[in-house]
């Protein structure tokens, strides 16, 4: 159950056309009939080239902007930064569509009994109808093995397939060339512009059975096939010297394979990964699965309930990872791969205070370690471009980003907006999922490798970091991404020193190199300097309404429902807040999350996201519950993209660590099982879930009672777990000891498999 997502009409624009990818190569297919679209996208396709964005006149004026800073001289100090901080020019590069294979069809008119689908379980688009007692069925699926789209069109009666085909980058015009290279095959070229702009290509080849193959111009003639299969493949300069040449390699070696063994290699390698982890909390009396998935969104806005709509949205979640991130790919842009725009929302890059963060939250707890490296492999080149604007912006050691990059590794500030701009913390963000990456698969290889670029980050902060007149270590200049605090007189203000957000960032990273180090057995001397400077970071404090102070000082906030929630930064991702080991905190979390609520936060998809996770997090699974609803009846599309809006697809991401978070925890050095399930979820299974430490989970709950928990261990260790209530566990048996209440401990051997049984 839960694993396809299907409709009886076509898609009437891209916000319900259905997205297909294998990390590199994306589309979104419409399901037209007699005008078929694909939309396309190739990760690498972003306008312009590398270059240095810094402004020379940072370095010099940073010392005048910290003093007007600490003088509360709010506003001159912001004008300063607008001025010698901003990027020249002030913006990035930005991904472009590659663009779009359009088929027109002869014969078709008067269709009847139509369904489209994508099914979640083969990666695969189905589309189906009937024409005058005719069955005809198109799938279409991107391959990663084969690096190749493939489009497959059938008919129940032979030579009954009759279609026009060609290649566009739609309104834009933005193209070079389009021709054909035979009469099977058609050829699309173009450059990105902009000083080092990419060159791409794109080439479709038809092989029909039966009926007349031909071009005309720049399109593909097919007359009276029997069944027809067409073949797209994409590659650019960024990744090949002559894109062209790339593209017919790639064609020339999967033409010879028979369409069913392009169909099950695809298969098998994609349910390698998304087989790896199952997930049921539905009521298997429920019939909605046989409802349009548009109507069953409908039907929960409404107030319906819809238990199996979770579960798809879940695994439609892994799918989406799968389909945008896999080795070898960029990493996930804030609309993965899935961009129809020559000039998409906010660039369509990598927005990194919270966006890719949020991305890239399933991937490990998910089972999809691979899937993470795109990401990982980003940072390397964002060391090289930030070890620059360390130097050249603070005079600083090791490496540093603000809240944007791009396919480049762009460090530089972005834009000319002051809540966003000048925030330094984005590569130590970031480089903490290198040490999630390890947390998770205990690999120590990759921590030695990691470790040098967690430790440059870190170093950054080491320099940057200034003692204030209270002893404090803190950031200045920085903001609260991007939020606006007001001060007593009523003057509003982002830029500020020690936002708490900061502080807490650096925390994480200063502890995740501390562990690091102390693992390796090495770099003792650094390890005691990091100690030492985290225990001169400002502490997390309560402020006069009982929330988390989001500054360190305790300002009013111009938006009280603002969408970026910065200061439970420590609540999640971090592990600084918890009911178990900081109640108070955790109760002024509390406080804080009511409060964004109460002013209408949660307004965008991904920090409704967000909140979820939050929510798990205080093990207030009702309150998760209600914000999984909200994000499925507010901020979710047709064809369940995550709605900002417009369609940003961290939301999905979110969404779907959210729903593990209410499973499994395990921030905390212990699996948490069933944290925050709610009372609608009454029965539930899970498999092959992941927790930090090398463990992988399957368990069953009847009745909101654990009935057993299956625990893999990839290493040799103590195993602690906590149960949500008082039960009698045992393995094999014999009964496990309490350590603590609810609280348990035993000892796990690498390759072995524990199983829990509750009574």
């Not at 940072?58 to 912001?78: F, N, T, V, W």
């Not at 290699?265 to 009396?285: G, P």
């Not at 109507?295 to 892994?318: M, V």
């Amino acid at each position: 159950m839960g694993k396809i997502l299907w409709y009886n009409n076509p898609a009437s624009n891209w916000n319900e056309a259905l997205p297909i990818g294998n990390g590199r190569l994306g589309g979104m297919v419409y399901g037209e009939v007699v005008k078929e679209k694909i939309q396309l996208n190739e990760d690498s396709v972003w306008y312009g080239g590398p270059r240095d964005r810094l402004n020379p006149d940072a370095l010099d004026h940073l010392p005048k902007i910290r003093k007007l800073l600490s003088e509360g001289k709010l506003q001159e100090a912001e004008e300063l930064a607008r001025l010698s901080f901003s990027g020249i020019p002030m913006s990035q590069r930005h991904y472009e569509p590659l663009g779009e294979l359009n088929i027109l069809f002869k014969g078709l008119e008067g269709f009847k009994d139509y369904k489209r689908e994508l099914d979640l379980d083969t990666a695969i688009v189905k589309t189906s109808f009937s024409v005058d007692n005719r069955t005809y069925k198109r799938e279409v699926f991107t391959s990663y093995p084969d690096q190749i789209m493939v489009t497959r069109l059938t008919c129940t009666e032979t030579n009954s397939i009759t279609f026009q085909l060609n290649l566009d980058r739609g309104n834009s015009r933005n193209l070079d060339e389009n021709s054909a290279l035979s009469d099977t095959s058609i050829l699309m070229t173009g450059e990105t512009g902009g000083k080092g702009g990419i060159s791409f290509s794109t080439l479709v080849k038809v092989i029909a059975e039966d009926g007349e193959v031909n071009t005309i111009g720049n399109r593909i003639c097919v007359n009276n096939a029997s069944a027809v299969t067409i073949l797209l493949s994409a590659a650019t300069t960024f990744r090949y010297q002559d894109p062209t040449q790339q593209c017919k390699r790639t064609i020339e070696q999967v033409k010879v394979i028979d369409d069913e063994l392009l169909r099950r290699r695809h298969i098998e390698d994609y349910q390698k990964l998304f087989h790896r982890v199952e997930l049921d909390i539905t009521d298997h009396s429920e019939t909605a699965e046989f409802i349009p998935t548009d109507e069953r969104l409908e039907n929960l806005k409404q107030g319906g309930t819809d238990l199996d709509l979770i579960s798809t949205y879940f695994h439609f979640g892994r799918y989406l990872m799968i389909a945008c991130s896999r080795p070898n790919s960029l990493p996930a842009t804030l609309q993965g791969i899935w961009n129809d725009q020559m000039l998409p929302p906010w660039d369509s890059k990598y927005t990194i205070n919270i966006n890719i963060q949020m991305n890239y939250w399933p991937a490990e707890v998910c089972n999809l370690s691979e899937c993470h490296a795109p990401l990982l492999e980003h940072i390397e080149k964002m060391k090289e471009t930030g070890r620059m604007t360390a130097q050249k912006m603070y005079d600083c050691r090791g490496f540093t980003a603000h809240h944007n990059t791009d396919i480049w590794g762009d460090t530089a500030p972005q834009d000319i907006y002051t809540p966003a701009s000048y925030w330094p913390l984005g590569a130590a963000w970031i480089c903490l999922h290198l040490w999630e990456h390890f947390e998770y698969t205990g690999d120590i290889e990759f921590l030695h490798e990691a470790y040098e670029t967690m430790k440059e980050a870190a170093l950054f902060f080491v320099d940057y970091l200034v003692e204030n007149s209270e002893g404090w270590m803190i950031t200045t200049p920085s903001v609260s991404p991007e939020n606006t605090y007001l001060l007593p007189n009523g003057e509003k203000g982002n830029l500020c020193e020690a936002p708490s957000m900061d502080s807490q960032i650096i925390y994480a990273l200063f502890t995740s190199c501390i562990k690091a180090s102390e693992l390796m057995k090495s770099d003792e001397v650094f390890r005691q300097q990091l100690i030492d400077i985290r225990a001169k970071l400002p502490k997390i404090q309560i402020g006069k309404h009982g929330q988390i102070q989001e500054w360190l000082e305790d300002y009013e906030e111009a938006e009280p429902g603002h969408r970026h929630i910065s200061h439970l930064f420590a609540l999640h991702p971090s592990n600084q807040i918890s009911p178990i080991t900081t109640p108070e905190l955790a109760n002024a979390a509390v406080v804080t999350l009511n409060r964004r609520l109460k002013h209408g936060g949660g307004h965008t998809g991904w920090s409704r996201a967000w909140i979820i996770n939050m929510w798990a997090r205080l093990f207030r699974g009702e309150d998760a519950y209600q914000n999984i609803l909200e994000l499925l009846k507010q901020s979710t599309l047709p064809n369940l993209f995550d709605n900002h809006p417009p369609f940003q697809i961290d939301g999905n991401f979110g969404g779907t660590a959210g729903i593990v978070e209410m499973i499994v925890q395990s921030h905390l050095q212990e699996i948490h099982l069933l944290p925050s399930v709610p009372k609608a979820w009454r029965n539930g299974y899970v498999k092959g879930l992941k927790a930090r430490g090398g463990y992988e989970i399957e368990l069953k709950w009847q009745n909101h009672r654990l009935r057993y928990a299956s625990i893999f261990s990839s290493q040799s260790r103590k195993c602690r777990i906590r149960i949500p209530s008082s039960y009698s566990v045992s393995i094999d048996g014999s009964p496990l000891t309490e350590v603590d209440a609810c609280l348990y401990e035993l000892t796990v051997r690498e390759g072995e498999i524990y199983r829990l049984d509750f009574a």
